[in-house]
T-cell receptor
Framework: AQSVTQLGSHVSVSEGALVLLRCNYS??????LFWYVQYPNQGLQLLLK??????LVKGINGFEAEFKKSETSFHLTKPSAHMSDAAEYFC???????????FGAGTRLFVKA | DAGVIQSPRHEVTEMGQEVTLRCKPI?????LFWYRQTMMRGLELLIY????????DSGMPEDRFSAKMPNASFSTLKIQPSEPRDSAVYFC????????????FGPGTRLTVL
C-alpha cells in the first residue's frame, strides 16, 4: 500500500524567503513522486515529478524537490517566495505497475508582503 | 490543446435530483480519473479508467454514484439521487500512456445540493 503525509496544513512565509513544504511517503515498490499546485478555483497542475532518474528534480516556477530514499521524503523547496506562489500544494505517490495516484492532504502556502 | 474539459462548471440542484457531470479528456490520453474534493476529506479518487475500462471503483462512495466511459473522448459521473453531503468540487483528470502516471486535471465542477 502507498501513502503520503504532508507535514503542516498551512505554511506562511515572507516574500523573498525560502519555501519548504514537507512530504513523506510510504511505498513497497519504487515510487513515482509528484508535486501538484492548485490555485483558487482551478484544477491541479503538475509542478514536478520524480521517476527514478536524478534525485534532485527541477520544476516550473523555480521549484525543486529532492528524493531521499533513506528518509522516504520528497520535500519541495523554492529559494525565494513570490506573492504568486500563494496556493495549495499537493504531494502525490504512484508506482510503475499501475495508474492509481495517492494524494496528500495538501499544504496551503501563504506569502506575506 | 484544449486541456481536459468539464461541464457544467457549476451545478446547483435539489436533494433527490439526478446529477450528471461530464468530462472530455485530452485527445490521445488513455487513462481517466474522477476525483472529489471537499474541505473535510480533501482530494478523493472515486474511479479510474484505462482504455475506457473501469479499473478501480473502490472510491465510489455509494451505489448512488456511477461512472461510464463509452468512448475514449467522453466520460460521465452520475449521482442519483443526490444528497446535500454530495456537495463538493468534482475533478476529472486524464493521463497519457508514456508520461509516468502524470495527470492533467480539468477545471472542476462545483456541485451544490440543497
Amino acid at each position: 500500500a502507498q501513502s503520503v503525509t504532508q507535514l503542516g496544513s498551512h505554511v506562511s512565509v515572507s516574500e523573498g524567503a525560502l519555501v519548504l513544504l514537507r512530504c513523506n511517503y510510504s511505498s513497497s515498490v519504487p515510487p513515482y513522486l509528484f508535486w501538484y499546485v492548485q490555485y483558487p478555483n482551478q484544477g491541479l497542475q503538475l509542478l514536478l515529478k520524480y521517476t527514478s532518474a536524478a534525485t534532485l528534480v527541477k520544476g516550473i516556477n523555480g521549484f525543486e524537490a529532492e528524493f531521499k530514499k533513506s528518509e522516504t521524503s520528497f520535500h519541495l523547496t523554492k529559494p525565494s517566495a513570490h506573492m504568486s506562489d500563494a496556493a495549495e500544494y499537493f504531494c502525490a505517490v504512484s508506482n510503475t505497475g499501475g495508474f492509481k495516484t495517492i494524494f496528500g492532504a495538501g499544504t496551503r502556502l501563504f506569502v506575506k508582503a | 490543446d484544449a486541456g481536459v474539459i468539464q461541464s457544467p462548471r457549476h451545478e446547483v440542484t435539489e436533494m433527490g435530483q439526478e446529477v450528471t457531470l461530464r468530462c472530455k479528456p485530452i485527445s490521445g490520453h488513455n487513462s481517466l480519473f474522477w476525483y472529489r474534493q471537499t474541505m473535510m476529506r480533501g482530494l478523493e479518487l472515486l474511479i479510474y479508467f484505462n482504455n475506457n475500462v473501469p479499473i478501480d471503483d473502490s472510491g465510489m462512495p455509494e451505489d448512488r454514484f456511477s461512472a461510464k466511459m463509452p468512448n475514449a473522448s467522453f466520460s460521465t459521473l452520475k449521482i442519483q439521487p443526490s444528497e446535500p453531503r454530495d456537495s463538493a468540487v468534482y475533478f476529472c483528470a486524464s493521463g497519457p500512456q508514456d508520461r509516468d502516471n502524470e495527470q492533467f486535471f480539468g477545471p472542476g465542477t462545483r456541485l451544490t445540493v440543497l
